[in-house]
């Protein structure tokens, strides 16, 4: 081999010529620069290429396009600001609990340390001993330099007799300075002994605990600490990206597994880090690969929870659909949501409504309050069977009594008296689906029916300037000469109303038109149902109501019937709910995007105190009505089971056919009580239990005097119903 030795050719010490010529023959020697210029080559070549042919082809994208936007002011002003103050800071109520929070918290260590004294001071005795040895041997080793003695014996057996002196010599001087800085301690030490005997006893009594204490501290082990723990703190578990690319990895969704197989590492899925929200859980937002709905996570979140190793009730994946749909916004709570412990309503103890402005409704996944504002409004509560359904409507009317000027009606159709405490309070209440209690509901609704056409005429009326939007305001609400108070009616098990084979079609039309007209005039008509389908939710309904609260149902169907039409695809998925979310729905309406809440539980010990605060504020206020007074309803002086009879009246033999809107007049002048408010479709519904339908009648009209044909009735029709009716009756009348 050539020889390598430095000469003047080669001051460096190596020839390299020579030992590239050596090793050719065996490796390629290569050019660095040579080959980064080919491999840039290459990869142009690679960007023009045809996928087919290979012909060369011109860039779709211009190179401006290919480059990442420049910094820019207006880019700046387009981008999200992250408040400089936390959110709970800037929030009075949320500010507060937690002062009063840091308070109790305080409160409860203090007392908890302080009811513990005892046992403190007499582990600090027994330990003072121990403590006191522990210090008399560290001492001893200080004074004799004992932490040096295995530096010294490691030179010795090194034979290095140098530094063997050295150490020895520095052992002297400080064995030498140490012992006279003990005999001056020994000296105060003694001064200070008989200074405490000759003083009063209290400094001899302070004396002695302070040296207790002081060894004490001294003689405690490691792991047996002094203070026993006055709050025991869960760990919370960390939420990394890596763990949530991870999980997301498993959930074999077809989009994210292609981009994982195409090399994507899942890196920049994160549009923002991951952060702590308040201190309930950590809150991560993902840009999931392109073609990924955020709607294919959610409708996995078991699966999501089996992945992050979490309980079900701790993950909570939503979609943000205002940023795009694959934009995933992923919390994870420290505890499970419906095992957590919910701070009380805040209303429970103290404290009015005003129906016009939002009250606590419940707490979403992150701890914070969520609210309701049922003016102007119309709801649906939707679920399956024991969910929460009834104490999520519960809760909604004990709201609105807080409000003294509110109407409350109540029907509960479950009748199993869910909505009992209501009753010192409202202005009509019923429990039950026996014949009486729904020719109860029927006669109050039709009382609100009345009510609104006159609070319309009412508001059509007022002055621009007390009434400018021709709706009801608070002011106005609040004036108790114009009648125009907060009315909150709710029904429990609706879908009774609607399936009833007599008042059903009455029931829905009423409150069709409450759902649409009533909220402008304040009425407010809250429907419950454990079975939201499109017979017990009629469409003009469920596509009206503005307020929707949906805990768990089993189909995309009652979601999208509950939550409005397309929730579901959109990522708004209540079927993932667990049996275990009791009171956890999704709640719609009432902010931008629906919110997930946890309702506050009000138990029926707790509810009746509620509602007699309520009363008592009634009472003062004097807006005490109906049922909560004692007043009763006559159903049988509106009951319609005379209505066959009364039209056959009117039905004359010299006019047996008449328009139904002349049938309608001459009804309620037979029986003002009866039939004063009837339209011509209450009594095309009232007509249909008895097999009468209406048709085409030749006419007069008297206004105009013009003829023509309009719906109407035959006596003919009337009088073979009548004898129906006899005959099921054993041949006698109703």
Known sequence: MTSNEPDREHPNGFDWSAYESEVADVADVVDLDAARERRNRDDDDDLGDATDGGDVAELVDAPEAQRRPRFTLAGLKEGERRPVVPAWMRSRAEAAASATWLASLA?????????????????????????????????????????????????????????????????????????????????????????VVASAVWVQALTITALVIVFGLLGTPKDKPLLDTAVVRAPVPLLTSDEVIRALATLRIVGIDRAIRAGDNGRRWFPAPIVRENNAGWRAEVELPRG??????????????????????????????????????????????????????????????????????????????????????????????????????????????????????????KGTGDLSPLAKVAHRYRAGDDDEDIEYAIVAMREIRAELRRRTKVIRDLPADICPENKVTPELASRKALGLHPIVIGADECQVWFEHPKYGEEFEEIC???????????????????????????????????????????????????????????????????????????????????????????????????????????????????????????????????????????????????????????????????????????????????????????????????????????????????????????????
């Open 107 to 195: 409160a409860h260590t203090t007392g908890y340390h302080l009811l513990r004294l005892p046992l403190y001071a007499g582990r600090l005795a027994l330990r003072a001993p121990v403590g006191g040895w522990r210090g008399a041997v560290a001492y001893l080793r200080w004074l004799t330099d004992a932490e040096g003695e295995p530096l010294r014996q490691s030179t010795a057996n090194r034979d290095d007799d140098d530094a063997y002196l050295k150490l020895s010599r520095q052992r002297d001087r400080r064995v030498r300075w140490r012992g006279i800085v003990s005999v001056a301690l020994a000296v105060l030490t003694l001064i200070g002994v008989a200074f």
């Open 512 to 734: 069709t038109d409450l759902v649409k007209r009533g909220p402008a005039a304040g009425i407010t008509l809250v429907l419950a149902t454990q079975r939201p389908d499109a017979k017990s939710l009629p469409t003009g309904i469920s596509a009206n109501a503005v307020l929707r609260f949906c805990l768990k149902v089993m189909g995309h169907t009652e979601n999208d019937m509950v939550l409005g039409t397309g929730t579901h695809k959109a990522g708004i998925k209540a079927t993932m709910f667990s049996r275990r979310d009791r009171g956890i729905g999704y709640l719609a309406g009432e902010g931008d995007d629906p919110t997930i809440a946890r309702t506050f539980y009000i138990d029926g010990p707790t509810a009746n105190a509620i509602t007699t605060r309520a009363r008592a504020a009634r009472e003062s206020a004097g807006t005490l009505t109906g049922y909560a007074m004692g007043e009763t309803v006559d159903t049988t002086a509106v009951r319609r089971d005379t209505l066959l009879d009364d039209l056959a009246v009117v039905l004359t033999e010299a006019e047996p056919k008449q328009w139904s809107e002349v049938v309608c007049e001459r009804l309620a002048a037979l029986r003002p009580d009866a039939y004063a408010s009837l339209t011509r479709d209450e009594l095309t519904a009232a007509l249909k239990p008895h097999g009468v339908s209406t048709g085409q009648v030749w006419g007069t009209d008297p206004a105009t005097g013009k003829p023509g044909n309009r719906r109407g009735l035959n006596r003919a029709d009337i009088l073979k119903a009548i004898t129906e009716r006899n005959k099921r009756n054993g041949g006698k009348a109703a």
């Open 292 to 413: 990924v709905t955020a709607s294919e996570v959610v409708e996995k979140r078991e699966e999501l929870a089996s992945a992050l190793t979490r309980p079900l009730g701790c993950v909570w994946p939503e979609a943000n659909a205002q940023v795009h749909p694959g934009r995933l916004v992923l919390f994870v709570a420290d505890k499970d949501m419906s095992q957590a412990t919910q701070k009380p309503w805040p209303l429970l103890k103290s404290g009015t409504v005003d129906l016009f402005k939002p009250f606590p409704y419940g707490t979403d996944p992150r701890g914070r309050l969520v609210t309701l504002t049922l003016m102007f409004a119309s709801m649906i509560v939707g679920s399956i069977p024991r969910m929460g359904k009834t104490f999520a409507l519960r809760l909604i009317l004990l709201g609105a009594c807080l409000d003294p000027r509110a109407w409350i009606l109540a029907f509960d159709l």
